[in-house]
Nanobody
Framework: QVQLVESGGGLVQAGGSLRLSCAAS????????MGWFRRAPGKEREFVAA????????KYTDSVKGRFTISRENAKNTVYLQMNSLKPEDTAVYYC????????????????WGQGTQVTVSS
């Protein structure tokens, strides 16, 4: 069992930056693929980024490439999402998720989910 707790959300102006953190419980954090997803108002939850066990492989949705960076610190059981050049369309609840698969999934079939943190970008 893995419990995930996100933090770091808030209100920021367009062009600004935020760093989200996701702290995981359990001793097997380093064996999970970690992902970030988001759900904007009136829309379905969508994939944002994923990172492999070691941190050596990453994947991003096209709309955030070059602006967002996913990283992890296995010694701290934490995954991060650095978000730069934020746009109003990035406004959403952001969720982290853990997956026992070896693949960097972009679908919702992750095994564990956090409760989410709100990110609001004003224009």
């Amino acid at each position: 069992q893995v419990q995930l707790v996100e933090s770091g959300g808030g209100l920021v102006q367009a062009g600004g930056s935020l760093r989200l953190s996701c702290a995981a419980s359990g001793r097997t954090f380093s064996s999970y693929v970690m992902g970030w997803f988001r759900r904007a108002p009136g829309k379905e939850r969508e994939f944002v980024a994923a990172i492999s066990w070691s941190g050596g492989s990453t994947k991003y949705t096209d709309s955030v490439k070059g602006r967002f960076t996913i990283s992890r610190e296995n010694a701290k059981n934490t995954v991060y999402l650095q978000m730069n050049s934020l746009k109003p369309e990035d406004t959403a609840v952001y969720y982290c998720a853990a997956d026992r698969s070896v693949r960097l999934r972009t679908d919702l079939r992750y095994d564990y989910w956090g409760q989410g943190t709100q990110v609001t970008v004003s224009s």
